[in-house]
T-cell receptor, first 114, second 112 residues
Framework: AQSVTQLGSHVSVSEGALVLLRCNYS??????LFWYVQYPNQGLQLLLKYTTGATLVKGINGFEAEFKKSETSFHLTKPSAHMSDAAEYFC????????????FGQGTRLTINP | SAVISQKPSRDICQRGTSLTIQCQVDSQVTMMFWYRQQPGQSLTLIATANQGSEATYESGFVIDKFPISRPNLTFSTLTVSNMSPEDSSIYLC?????????FGPGTRLLVL
């Protein structure tokens, strides 16, 4: 079975500062990992995904994440926060390459301070 | 990617009634999924809908409460039956294509 833990339900950073959102997973098989963003009153938008290959994955809006098998982590980072990054971020894991049956973390609300 | 639309975008319903949510995707897909997002919480998978077969429900969700139809490869409906205030949530459909799930904008349901 798969599970996801996002450390920190709320993260607040200043505009221009580093964004770091933490995600740890548990999986009995090689995982497929995803980060989604949800802006207020909207659906989920895919930021990036890891399936196989390069462990550093680049996504949209300047975000990237690194898959670390030894630490069972898939933390999301962005070097310089922008006000428009304020949103809810969800980490998710799937046991299948077809991205079936995603298991989501609890989400992290990111606030950007001017 | 896939472009997904849902109807209605939001609704306010009285307890004891039912609401059917429609999900339309712009391409043919094998698998469609329905999720529930309760206020301030994460997403929970309700069921997986394949065209031509019965939907597969996750633990804690039953067909009598959440009947699903999947008449073709681009469309699905989820009905929330005999609603109570606890059903107030965002309901999202998604599709899996090219190794990724893409989500619709969601239906925001408030049950009074």
């Amino acid at each position: 079975a798969q599970s996801v833990t996002q450390l920190g339900s709320h993260v607040s950073v200043s505009e221009g500062a580093l964004v770091l959102l933490r995600c740890n997973y548990s999986s009995s098989v090689p995982p497929y990992l995803f980060w989604y963003v949800q802006y207020p009153n909207q659906g989920l938008q895919l930021l990036l995904k890891y399936t196989t290959g390069a462990t550093l994955v680049k996504g949209i809006n300047g975000f990237e994440a690194e898959f670390k098998k030894s630490e069972t982590s898939f933390h999301l980072t962005k070097p310089s926060a922008h006000m428009s990054d304020a949103a809810e971020y969800f980490c998710a894991v799937s046991a299948s390459q077809g991205a079936q049956k995603l298991v989501f973390g609890q989400g992290t609300r990111l606030t950007i301070n001017p | 990617s896939a472009v997904i639309s849902q109807k209605p975008s939001r609704d306010i319903c009285q307890r004891g009634t039912s609401l059917t949510i429609q999900c339309q995707v712009d391409s043919q897909v094998t698998m469609m999924f329905w999720y529930r997002q309760q206020p301030g919480q994460s997403l929970t998978l309700i069921a997986t809908a394949n065209q031509g077969s019965e939907a597969t429900y996750e633990s804690g969700f039953v067909i009598d409460k959440f009947p699903i139809s999947r008449p073709n490869l681009t469309f699905s409906t989820l009905t929330v039956s005999n609603m109570s205030p606890e059903d107030s949530s965002i309901y999202l459909c998604s599709v899996a294509t090219s190794g990724t799930q893409y989500f619709g904008p969601g239906t925001r349901l408030l049950v009074l």
